[in-house]
Each structure stands twice: as structure tokens, then as C-alpha cells.
């Protein structure tokens, strides 16, 4: 919702070779391209345990870190570094760190609510750690409440339970409470908990919920509802 995904990608793969390339060894165009293959091969069985109704728990991702690192390594023909999370975390830190891919509308609409008293907090799929520096980098982490990853809630976003957790550590009652995305299945489990739901539609896809296109439609809808 706050980035283009298409451009996140690109950058993930630009800056993961500008990091591992003067360390490891290889040029940053052959890890930017084994980053692509492999985080394709571990996003495909994240995608194979959602079909099958799985819930795996926030410890699933950190537990691919070593299978992603060791991968990118065979395909750039490195050797592979003794303290893998060590580099792990300092790879992700360097991108999370200048990574350019939030929409222009998105900073702009989290002041404005703001300003209007409106509490802000995140709903991530990703952990905590990594959602600081890239939201330093726009400019808004001071706007914002709770940081929800999936490591502070216990529990991956894959079903309603995330939002429960939510709704129970934020000590809201739902039916109070606004939850943004820009991906109709969050807002299903999120409208199943009590939360009122907005879906930020950049793509046309159309849902059953309240339909905005951009998030600048967000502040007067609020402001309106209040």
C-alpha cells in the first residue's frame, strides 16, 4: 500500500547486489539475478503452504534466511560467509536503509491524517526490524504508533488472527478502528475481526469493499466518517 511493489523488487535486487558484490565477490548483476531466482523458489513454497491452509508461524521466513544467502552464493559461484545472519541483517539494513519505491501520495496522506488526530500504526507481513529504517527513509516513522510485524505480534498476516492480535494489542475495539491495504484478501480476515475496511485499488482489481484509488482519497473519506 505505502510501495510500488514492482519498483521494490527492482531495488531489492539493485541494492542487494551494490552490498554483497565489494564483500563477497562477484558482480552486482549476477546477484541481483540470483537474488530473483532464488527468492522466487522460496516465495513459490510460501505460496504452496498458504494453499494448502497452512499457518506457519512468524519463524517461517527468518528460518529461509540461510537456504536464501547459500542459494545466491552457488549461483555467483562465492564462497558462502561464516556468520550468515550477520550478513543477512546487514544486507537487509543496507536496503531497507536506501530503498526508493514508496508511491508519492503515501507520506503526504500519513502527515495529513495525523494532523487530524488520527492514530496511525502499521499492518506488515514483514518483521519489525526492517520496517524502521525503510519508513526513516520516508520520512514517517515518527507518525507512527505500533510497528506491527509479524515478529511482534507472534503470528504471520495469513489470516484473522493477525488482526485479533492487532485489535488486542493496540486496545481497540475494531468497529473504531480503519484498516488500509491495497490487497482485498488482508481485509477479509481484518472485515471478519470487526475492523472497518478501506482497499487502496492502484490496480483496478475491484473488491467488495470501500474502493479508493490513491491514498490522497484516503483523508477526506476519513475525515468524512469521523
Not at 136 to 152: A, K, N, T
Request: charged share 25%; net charge negative.
Amino acid at each position: 500500500m505505502l510501495n510500488d511493489n514492482d519498483r521494490r523488487a527492482a531495488e531489492w535486487r539493485r541494492l542487494l547486489g551494490e552490498f554483497f558484490a565489494p564483500r563477497l565477490g562477484g558482480t552486482p548483476e549476477a546477484w541481483g539475478e540470483a537474488n530473483r531466482v532464488v527468492f522466487e523458489g522460496i516465495w513459490d513454497d510460501w505460496r504452496r503452504l498458504q494453499e494448502r491452509g497452512a499457518e506457519p508461524g512468524p519463524g517461517w521466513w527468518p528460518a529461509q534466511d540461510e537456504r536464501w544467502l547459500a542459494g545466491m552464493c552457488e549461483r555467483v559461484g562465492v564462497a558462502m560467509p561464516g556468520d550468515v545472519a550477520g550478513e543477512v541483517k546487514a544486507s537487509r539494513g543496507h536496503v531497507m536503509a536506501h530503498i526508493e519505491c514508496a508511491y508519492p501520495d503515501a507520506a503526504p496522506a500519513m502527515r495529513a491524517l495525523r494532523a487530524q488526530g488520527f492514530s496511525l500504526h502499521l499492518a506488515s507481513g514483514g518483521r519489525t526490524d526492517e520496517l524502521e529504517p525503510y519508513m526513516r527513509r520516508m520520512g514517517v516513522w515518527e507518525l507512527i504508533g505500533r510497528p506491527y510485524g509479524v515478529d511482534l505480534l507472534g503470528v504471520s498476516k495469513t489470516g484473522r488472527r493477525y488482526y485479533e492480535r492487532i485489535a488486542e494489542d493496540a486496545g481497540v475495539d475494531p468497529r473504531t478502528a480503519v484498516v488500509v491495504d491495497s490487497h482485498a484478501a488482508p481485509l477479509e480476515w481484518a472485515d471478519a475481526v470487526g475492523f472497518r475496511t478501506v482497499h487502496v485499488d492502484r490496480l483496478g482489481d475491484g473488491s467488495r469493499f470501500t474502493l479508493i484509488r490513491s491514498l490522497a482519497e484516503l483523508v477526506p473519506l476519513l475525515a468524512a466518517q469521523r
